[in-house]
DNA sequence: ATATGTGAAAACATTCACAGCT
DNA sequence: AGCTGTGAATGTTTTCACATAT
């Protein structure tokens, strides 16, 4: 157990070991080591050790981590044990796609409101959820009490809404619009690029190496 | 010009480097140098002619980057300068989101075709792309001359859809199922995990130092 | 016997700082 | 004078290997 500062490489991998954790529960199996997590998604056990080491020692020696505790401690350390509201800002295809799945996804992460700037759109329902104007933003956010943020927007747009939503005091924003974000000190901004990850599909193609027998 | 192995990371700044050059490019800019293009992302200015060294001396010392020249290079390192064919692999919200966001994208990808299990869905459009079923993705992959695919079902069927995939000689695969999956040798495969981007999120707001002013 | 927790080593990535070219 | 290309230095992440606990 130590204090560092927990890198996003570990707490990413954190979730993946709680979903796995979540199976085997189901699966009525009742402890886990190391080496057994670590086949399960071709990852090194050590690297599973040390993760779970910077929280604290939740194994033990000779037996492994016992899977309802380790379960509790993970949904604890990534604060899932209490209900986030979600806003996606745009309603546009893929805002309305990820409202549907964040919906459809059981999980503490409840899609509260929606946001767009089109008239047409503003007061319609996805699936059960409201859109509102994007002007109303910080009012609404208020009411929703909206802790978590999805910017969905053109990419145009997308420096517009950011400030729109920082300035609400939302502290926790995810981007999917293909433009590098700058956010202010104390807000975290987690930005998914769908284009650039086909792009290093591509990448891959044109390399020399894997020719043999591609398609092309 | 080294020929070292080129990381992930390196391609994905170079596809935000592309971005860049072609908006520049678009600007009338005739050249552009590292400081300038690190100052636009935040991002130091030797990663920027390091990443581009890796593939050759494309600088011209007390000059910096011809943008246009640039642009060409990036391109054709990222395997943008022919056309690949797209499938994505279930019609649910998801998979048809992306099927719009990615035919919306101007870009050197194609959607081809779509494909699902449910009789429903099968035969249906989505834009102008068909649905076809699963059972036939090699013939049609072959007839469409798909290149990559896109993973786009519930989780619980993603192995079986990657087997499918790779059987019919697929060398790139994007995974949106949240579940680790496992390509063979020689096949690229990247994952994006919706659900996991969000935990980070949650992850950030549990904890103690930015609570000042957080909202609950 | 078995599996954790962790220093030490190795691998990998970023940044510095400057020689060298235009 | 100005900016690239790159070795060297620094920082970060992963893996090894083993003492330590049950």
Redesign the pocket.
């Known amino acids: 157990?130590k204090s560092e500062k927990i890198?996003?490489?570990?707490t990413s991998r954190l979730s993946v070991y709680l979903r796995c954790l979540n199976q085997l529960a189901a699966d009525g199996e009742r402890t886990v080591?190391?080496?057994g997590l670590a086949k399960k998604f071709h990852?090194?056990?050590?690297?599973i050790?040390?993760d779970?080491?910077y929280f604290g020692?939740?194994?033990?020696?000779?037996?492994?981590?016992y899977v309802d505790e380790l379960r509790d401690h993970l949904t604890k350390i990534l604060g899932l044990d209490r209900p986030h509201n979600l806003t996606i800002v745009g309603a546009g295809r893929l805002g309305t796609a990820l409202a549907d799945y964040y919906r459809a996804a059981q999980s503490n992460f409840a899609v509260a409101a929606m946001f767009d700037a089109d008239p047409a759109k503003i007061g319609t329902l996805v699936g059960k959820v409201e859109v509102f104007d994007i002007k109303n933003f910080p009012e609404i956010a208020e009411r929703y009490n909206i802790d978590v943020a999805v910017i969905a927007v053109p990419a145009e747009f997308a420096p517009a809404v950011l400030q729109q939503i920082t300035v609400s005091g939302i502290k926790a924003i995810m981007n999917f619009a293909p433009v590098p974000l700058k956010a202010p000190e104390n807000v975290k901004l987690k930005t998914v690029d769908l284009t650039i990850s086909l792009e290093g599909l591509a990448y891959f193609l044109a390399q020399p190496s894997p020719q043999n027998g591609q398609r092309r």
Do not use: D, I, P
Not at 7 to 10: G, H, N, P, Q
């Open positions: 157990m890198s996003e490489l570990t080591s190391s080496e990852l090194n056990s050590a690297q050790r040390k779970l080491a020692e939740f194994g033990v020696r000779g037996v492994g981590y």
